[in-house]
């Protein structure tokens, strides 16, 4: 049965809790701008600041909405448009992602000013003051999205004069906890996952599918958090991915090498573990890492410990989660073909158990019912700038890890240190998600957090004890119990 069915979604509730920081979700669906490219975090923003309110948006607030993208959203063609009008000495505002770097080169004798980067114009090397950078320190990492204001020096240089950022600034996770005490957990589990972009009130998700579907989440809460999802097409693997913040990072398929996910020794820049909350690899079976044993022996390290050498140079470390995800065949039972090996058609160095051992879990993604229109999200849920930092912010609190501690016990003939540190690992991600405060009973812990956590690595298990003899020791199965 679905929960929503005994405790109905209050969007009341949520405006008044919330206030400015909640928004209506059917704002988004209804605006197109997703279908453009624009991802979430920056589209809620956009709909509050241009056309604010609530329900559909209408037919004139949909034109106001569609000019004012066409001024201020540009197109890889636009470039030399933007150039010809700053040599007019006009001055030129877009929406884009940017990012700051400092280039430093041997022998250098002045001191080098930062400069940024707009990568949908293929811009580089851009004058930014160091104010700018000041104020917005993330500038020098995964970059920010906001209103950028361009210009041209006399001597034919462009230049920022000005920036707006659009996502949040730090979360007060205080304040957060007080927020959640305000609302029951099933109501609280629901705002989570309307403000993921679902319907908590479709009846196709049972209580169920909306823990697998909240363990996404798991890799954004967590820090050095690996997970593996296996789902057939059509289930939205990588939609939260693609659309909760610029911190997180989605890859699709193709080839990567060493240099993108590690090191780059030619430029000397770090790679993506190195400079993202959340690197995701999707459409794995598709994926083609360049030289595997490259790759492999460095990214067992890092899954391992949090840090990664390549080529030399000196170690990287990072908080950085990795996520896997991968199609899978279900048979007509809606259950994986080879449910003993679920990684059958993936490449040998992708199987080897010293590698998956030291991933967290498996969400199981074919207990996911297939995503329709109708289970978008209509109701009144956190604008995704502020869900997103509210989530990253949680990363740094190690309350919920030593609450899994105090609170769980293992029968140590059946587990091991990875499983019992995966479990508590998960178990941790469960509780700041659904408990940020920490206000909860030991049954609340065993069936929301401790459960689906086992769960997860026990699938796990299941390969490591089907493809190596190493690990029958240890038996099939996996018990932990709250305590």
Same mark, same amino acid.
């Given at each position: ?35 453009? /490219? ?8 956009? &709909? ?15 034109q106001k909405l569609d000019n004012f993208i066409k001024k201020a959203f540009p197109r890889k063609d ?64 995964? /970059?920010?999205? /906001? ?31 007080? $927020? ?33 579907? &909240? ?9 050095? $958090? ?30 990567? +090498? ?47 410990n949090g840090r990664y050498n390549r080529s030399g140079y000196a170690d990287v470390s990072s908080d ?40 967290? +879990?498996?969400?199981? +993604? ?14 009144? /849920? ?9 989530? &990253? ?9 030593? $609450? ?58 299941? &390969? ?20």
């Amino acid at each position: 049965m679905n929960s929503s069915n005994l405790f109905p979604y209050n969007n009341q509730l949520i405006s008044e809790i919330f206030g400015p920081l909640s928004i209506d979700k059917t704002r988004l669906p209804s605006s197109q701008l997703t279908n453009i /490219g624009v991802p979430s975090f920056v589209a809620e923003w956009l &709909l509050d600041k241009i056309i604010p309110g609530t329900g559909p948006i209408t037919t004139e607030q949909q034109q106001k909405l569609d000019n004012f993208i066409k001024k201020a959203f540009p197109r890889k063609d636009d470039k030399e448009h933007i150039k010809f009008k700053l040599i007019q000495g006009e001055t030129v505002k877009i929406i884009a992602l940017m990012q700051v770097r400092i280039n430093l080169k041997p022998g250098q004798e002045e001191i080098p000013e930062p400069t940024a980067q707009i990568p949908t114009l293929s811009f580089t090397d851009i004058r930014i003051s160091t104010e700018i950078v000041q104020r917005h320190e993330r500038l020098l990492r995964q /970059g920010i999205w /906001g209103k950028i204001t361009l210009a041209m020096k006399p001597n034919g240089e462009i230049e920022i004069i000005d920036f707006d950022p659009f996502q949040s600034s730090n979360v007060n996770l205080q304040t957060y906890s007080q $927020y959640r005490s305000q609302i029951n957990t099933e109501k609280w589990r629901d705002l989570m996952f309307c403000s993921m972009g679902y319907n908590p009130e479709n009846p196709t998700y049972s209580r169920q599918s909306k823990t697998w579907i &909240l363990a996404r989440l798991l890799p954004i809460v967590e820090p050095n $958090y690996h997970l593996w999802e296996l789902a057939p097409k059509g289930t939205g693997k990588s939609f939260i991915f693609e659309n909760l913040s610029s911190k997180v990072k989605l890859i699709s398929g193709g080839k990567i +090498g060493p240099a993108v996910l590690f090191f780059n020794g030619k430029t000397k820049e770090i790679g993506l573990l190195g400079s993202y909350d959340t690197v995701v690899l999707d459409e794995v079976q598709s994926l083609y890492f360049e030289n595997p044993e490259e790759m492999i022996g460095p990214l067992k390290n890092y899954l391992a410990n949090g840090r990664y050498n390549r080529s030399g140079y000196a170690d990287v470390s990072s908080d950085c989660s990795l996520v896997m995800l991968a199609n899978i065949e279900l048979n007509e039972q809606q259950k994986p073909k080879n449910e003993n090996n679920l990684l059958t058609g993936l490449p040998n160095y992708l199987k080897e158990t010293a590698f998956l051992d030291r991933f967290a +879990g498996i969400l199981p +993604g074919w207990e996911i019912p297939k995503f329709q229109q109708n289970m978008t999200a209509n109701q009144t /849920g956190l604008k995704t700038d502020y869900f997103a930092e509210a989530l &990253l912010t949680l990363r740094q609190d190690n309350r919920h890890l030593q $609450y899994a501690k105090q609170y769980t016990k293992f029968d140590t003939k059946t587990i091991t240190i990875r499983d019992e540190q995966a479990i508590l690992k998960s178990a941790s991600g469960f509780l700041k998600i659904l408990y940020p405060h920490l206000n909860l009973t030991l049954q609340d812990y065993e069936r929301d957090c401790l459960q689906p956590a086992i769960k997860m690595r026990q699938q796990i298990r299941n &390969l490591l004890y089907h493809l190596d003899d190493e690990f029958k020791q240890y038996g099939p199965e996996i018990y932990a119990d709250a305590k």
